[in-house]
């Protein structure tokens, strides 16, 4: 596996860099949830030797600053102008090479986190998949809240997020992602900031994950919130990974697709339908997400049911397919005209196909892909599910 990928755009003069450090949410362990994010934000709080915050160096030379933090790994990452690159990559090395945060900076950032953890209990959507997540992947490093607690983030202590952090650098892999404007003797600035250890994940083996269809009142929300949700593992990796974006071009990720036309635009049971996909190293997961009134949400999720058992049985017709072929091709196109959709993607064919995969490979892809398989994949995946709901109960007014 490459530990610095390049994806090189002549005719552009900026480019997006991402430094991703291989420790997410499942790898935590117990008692320390929200470890992964809680370093994320202290990384925002390093300072260069004249005292600026790594932020300020990016954005004073023209750039944008932002990370996130997933289950499997840490994403910090700029889109800057061609000429900022050896200031901002100088920048990049301070994130590796120091950790010089205060007890003051910690224990505000701690309350920072704090706020994010409780603004979330406030989202229904938040909420729900977080209870979702909690049953389907119990015994996994994937039951647990990318944010964690508020327990665990105040137990955080200088001496303990210096260790961790250490540990972190020392023991994970680190790599480079690169795609806009580059020249050759850029490269030799990047290798002090990769570490070139096998990738870490969490093997989760889905026919031993827990199944279930439960639902609870919450006096908290008016509506009715649910999850459905699907998980498998890989047989053919990027057939399975292509299988579900047919199958959810067709069914929900468009106006034009089945249960959004069917839900919404037919019946008008909900405001809210939308798809979450997620691919692990070792295993996806496809959910949907609906809310709707009380009295609506038995209607609704027949009508899913429905239709997904009518996919299983019959499959897609001719123009349904032809339909997903075009929109993933669109959507491929348009992506690959951004920098920084572009330095994720890339970073994820070589973790996934371990290589670089370009426009026309994806597209031919597509085009010829196995319809035969598609069938197979959504009647092995998606012939059974979990749910959780909540039920509306609060008072309006």
């Given at each position: 596996?490459?530990?610095?990928?390049?994806?090189?755009?002549?005719?552009?003069?900026?480019?997006?860099?991402?430094?991703?450090?291989?420790?997410?949410?499942?790898?935590?362990?117990?008692?320390?949830?929200?470890?992964?994010?809680?370093?994320?934000?202290?990384?925002?709080?390093?300072?260069?030797?004249?005292?600026?915050?790594?932020?300020?160096?990016?954005?004073?030379?023209?750039?944008?600053?932002?990370?996130?933090?997933?289950?499997?790994?840490?994403?910090?990452?700029?889109?800057?102008?061609?000429?900022?690159?050896?200031?901002?990559?100088?920048?990049?090395?301070?994130?590796?090479?120091?950790?010089?945060?205060?007890?003051?900076?910690?224990?505000?950032?701690?309350?920072?986190?704090?706020?994010?953890?409780?603004?979330?209990?406030?989202?229904?959507?938040?909420?729900?998949?977080?209870?979702?997540?909690?049953?389907?992947?119990?015994?996994?490093?994937?039951?647990?809240?990318?944010?964690?607690?508020?327990?665990?983030?105040?137990?955080?202590?200088?001496?303990?997020?210096?260790?961790?952090?250490?540990?972190?650098?020392?023991?994970?892999?680190?790599?480079?992602?690169?795609?806009?404007?580059?020249?050759?003797?850029?490269?030799?600035?990047?290798?002090?900031?990769?570490?070139?250890?096998?990738?870490?994940?969490?093997?989760?083996?889905?026919?031993?994950?827990r199944s279930f269809k439960k639902i609870d009142n919450s006096d908290k929300?008016?509506?009715?919130?649910?999850?459905?949700?699907?998980?498998?593992?890989?047989?053919?990796?990027?057939?399975?990974?292509?299988?579900?974006?047919?199958?959810?071009?067709?069914?929900?990720?468009?106006?034009?697709?089945?249960?959004?036309?069917?839900?919404?635009?037919?019946?008008?049971?909900?405001?809210?339908?939308?798809?979450?996909?997620?691919?692990?190293?070792?295993?996806?997961?496809?959910?949907?997400?609906?809310?709707?009134?009380?009295?609506?949400?038995?209607?609704?999720?027949?009508?899913?049911?429905?239709?997904?058992?009518?996919?299983?049985?019959?499959?897609?017709?001719?123009?349904?397919?032809?339909?997903?072929?075009?929109?993933?091709?669109?959507?491929?196109?348009?992506?690959?005209?951004?920098?920084?959709?572009?330095?994720?993607n890339i970073f994820k064919h070589q973790l996934f196909y371990n290589k670089?995969?370009?426009?026309?490979?994806?597209?031919?892809?597509?085009?010829?892909?196995?319809?035969?398989?598609?069938?197979?994949?959504?009647?092995?995946?998606?012939?059974?599910?979990?749910?959780?709901?909540?039920?509306?109960?609060?008072?309006?007014?």
């Amino acid at each position: 596996m490459e530990y610095i990928i390049i994806d090189p755009i002549d005719h552009i003069r900026s480019l997006s860099i991402g430094l991703v450090i291989n420790f997410g949410a499942s790898l935590e362990s117990k008692g320390k949830e929200g470890l992964a994010h809680f370093l994320e934000h202290l990384i925002f709080r390093i300072k260069d030797k004249e005292g600026n915050y790594i932020s300020r160096i990016v954005e004073e030379n023209g750039g944008i600053f932002n990370g996130y933090t997933t289950y499997e790994y840490i994403l910090i990452y700029a889109r800057i102008p061609y000429y900022s690159f050896y200031k901002v990559i100088e920048a990049f090395k301070f994130m590796i090479d120091k950790f010089d945060i205060t007890i003051d900076e910690l224990e505000t950032e701690k309350g920072v986190v704090i706020e994010e953890i409780r603004s979330s209990l406030d989202d229904p959507e938040e909420v729900i998949f977080e209870r979702y997540n909690r049953l389907r992947y119990e015994g996994t490093g994937f039951s647990h809240s990318i944010l964690g607690n508020e327990d665990t983030i105040k137990n955080i202590t200088l001496e303990s997020i210096l260790k961790d952090r250490n540990l972190i650098f020392k023991k994970y892999p680190r790599f480079i992602s690169i795609s806009g404007y580059f020249k050759e003797n850029f490269l030799s600035y990047l290798s002090p900031l990769v570490n070139e250890i096998e990738y870490q994940y969490n093997k989760v083996d889905v026919k031993k994950l827990r199944s279930f269809k439960k639902i609870d009142n919450s006096d908290k929300f008016n509506q009715s919130h649910f999850v459905l949700g699907f998980d498998f593992n890989y047989n053919d990796i990027m057939k399975d990974h292509y299988s579900v974006l047919f199958f959810n071009a067709i069914m929900l990720d468009t106006l034009s697709s089945r249960l959004f036309k069917k839900l919404r635009d037919d019946k008008g049971l909900v405001y809210v339908i939308y798809p979450s996909i997620e691919f692990y190293k070792e295993f996806g997961s496809y959910s949907i997400y609906f809310s709707t009134s009380k009295e609506k949400y038995k209607e609704v999720l027949d009508i899913i049911e429905r239709e997904i058992y009518d996919i299983i049985k019959k499959g897609f017709s001719k123009s349904e397919i032809n339909f997903a072929k075009n929109y993933l091709k669109g959507q491929i196109i348009m992506s690959d005209e951004s920098p920084s959709r572009r330095m994720i993607n890339i970073f994820k064919h070589q973790l996934f196909y371990n290589k670089i995969l370009s426009i026309d490979e994806r597209i031919n892809f597509i085009e010829n892909f196995d319809i035969d398989y598609l069938n197979y994949f959504i009647q092995t995946t998606f012939k059974d599910f979990s749910l959780y709901g909540l039920i509306g109960e609060a008072k309006n007014g």
